[in-house]
């Protein structure tokens, strides 16, 4: 499909009705975003979905974000990051995007029974973590031993027991980068061997602080009384023979779900769903106009400060871009 970048001046009677700059999403790379185009006098939209400040508000304390030399929790990190958003002129508005019109101009986002005008949108809706449904994972995700990041919590739990679920390359990264921290790294796979690549199972599987138990799957996450994880009780899916593993930390590292079922099929995603930048930059899409920032399209890093320089580089661009087709 084509798409022209039409002049903004065709539509300029419409101004009073048609956006600058919509943000969707309000984790570090929406919020960013936003700062960026307020300071710029963009006036910019953002629509906030159902979790308003994505996931790092589950994290109770971020301790790698630059200028907290003590940490700061997750929740306050987007707080300041919201209300410096709100101090240049920025609007926030609580919907939900359910699909989209980026075929001419202004892009249309539909949002149930209305519909938002733009000239252009930055998409920042994050990614959610697959999670394995077991009982207890709900209750103590976020601060209380279940996590899906053992680059931002993984220190929390120096010399402690700890599990990771999976076997691709992700779980077997998770598995390598705690044993820096904790004394012994359970890493549960429902397989006999791991999915990950040679090189990367091969590390993990002979790590003197790695033990693999094989054809497991969780059954229970334990210490839902107590407030945190006690234990990971696991299943052998060939002797249904159960075991509880005395892990105080959970890292469960099956996957993600880009958010970015509502924008398909007019953004460009790839095999698994996450947008595809366009070849010299990381946040253009194919659409002129329409940029990613976030967890949406970063399934590499998918850190806080990674995303909130997507976010920069995404409002920048939105800025040059509206400058250009005399926005």
Same mark, same amino acid.
């Given at each position: 499909?084509?798409?022209?970048?039409?002049?903004?001046?065709?539509?300029?009677?419409?101004?009073?009705?048609?956006?600058?700059?919509?943000?969707?999403?309000?984790?570090?790379?929406?919020?960013?975003?936003?700062?960026?185009?307020?300071?710029?006098?963009?006036?910019?939209?953002?629509?906030?979905?159902?979790?308003?400040?994505?996931?790092?508000?589950?994290?109770?304390?971020?301790?790698?974000?630059?200028?907290?030399? /003590?940490?700061?929790?997750?929740?306050?990190?987007?707080?300041?990051?919201?209300?410096?958003?709100?101090?240049?002129?920025?609007?926030?508005?609580?919907?939900?995007?359910?699909?989209?019109?980026?075929?001419?101009?202004?892009?249309?986002?539909?949002?149930?029974?209305?519909?938002?005008?733009?000239?252009?949108?930055?998409?920042?809706?994050?990614?959610?973590?697959?999670?394995?449904?077991?009982?207890?994972?709900?209750?103590?995700?976020?601060?209380?031993?279940?996590?899906?990041?053992?680059?931002?919590?993984?220190?929390?739990?120096?010399?402690?027991?700890?599990?990771?679920?999976?076997?691709?390359?992700?779980?077997?990264?998770?598995?390598?980068?705690?044993?820096?921290?904790?004394?012994?790294?359970?890493?549960? /796979?429902?397989?006999?061997?791991?999915?990950?690549?040679?090189?990367?199972?091969?590390?993990?599987?002979?790590?003197?602080?790695?033990?693999?138990?094989?054809?497991?799957?969780?059954?229970?996450?334990?210490?839902?009384?107590?407030?945190?994880?006690?234990?990971?009780?696991?299943?052998?899916?060939?002797?249904?023979?159960?075991?509880?593993?005395?892990?105080?930390?959970?890292?469960?590292?099956?996957? /993600?779900?880009?958010?970015?079922?509502?924008?398909?099929?007019?953004?460009?995603?790839?095999?698994?769903?996450?947008?595809?930048?366009?070849?010299?930059?990381?946040?253009?899409?194919?659409?002129?106009?329409?940029?990613?920032?976030?967890?949406?399209?970063?399934?590499?890093?998918?850190?806080?400060?990674?995303?909130?320089?997507?976010?920069?580089?995404?409002?920048?661009?939105?800025?040059?871009?509206?400058?250009?087709?005399?926005?």
């Amino acid at each position: 499909m084509c798409y022209v970048a039409a002049d903004i001046s065709l539509y300029r009677t419409m101004s009073s009705t048609v956006e600058n700059v919509v943000i969707i999403g309000t984790g570090c790379a929406g919020l960013t975003a936003a700062i960026y185009t307020a300071r710029a006098s963009l006036n910019p939209l953002v629509l906030e979905g159902p979790q308003p400040g994505g996931q790092l508000t589950t994290t109770s304390e971020v301790e790698n974000f630059p200028g907290f030399p /003590h940490g700061v929790d997750g929740f306050q990190l987007t707080q300041n990051m919201r209300e410096q958003a709100t101090r240049f002129g920025t609007r926030f508005e609580q919907a939900l995007v359910t699909s989209v019109d980026f075929t001419s101009m202004p892009r249309k986002l539909v949002l149930g029974d209305r519909t938002i005008l733009a000239k252009t949108v930055i998409i920042a809706t994050g990614a959610s973590p697959r999670m394995t449904g077991i009982p207890g994972e709900k209750e103590l995700f976020g601060g209380k031993g279940v996590t899906t990041c053992a680059t931002c919590d993984g220190a929390f739990y120096r010399k402690m027991e700890v599990a990771v679920i999976g076997g691709g390359d992700s779980a077997a990264e998770e598995a390598l980068f705690l044993t820096r921290f904790a004394s012994k790294v359970y890493l549960v /796979h429902r397989r006999d061997s791991l999915r990950a690549s040679k090189i990367m199972s091969d590390r993990a599987t002979t790590h003197e602080k790695i033990e693999l138990v094989w054809d497991a799957v969780p059954v229970e996450v334990q210490g839902v009384a107590e407030g945190s994880v006690s234990g990971l009780k696991v299943k052998n899916v060939k002797s249904g023979a159960e075991r509880v593993l005395p892990v105080k930390g959970i890292f469960v590292a099956i996957g /993600h779900i880009p958010n970015s079922q509502a924008f398909t099929p007019a953004i460009d995603v790839d095999e698994n769903g996450y947008f595809k930048a366009q070849p010299g930059s990381q946040v253009r899409t194919n659409v002129p106009g329409v940029y990613v920032a976030g967890d949406c399209s970063d399934h590499v890093y998918r850190q806080a400060i990674t995303a909130a320089g997507m976010g920069c580089q995404a409002a920048i661009e939105a800025e040059r871009w509206l400058a250009e087709h005399g926005g």
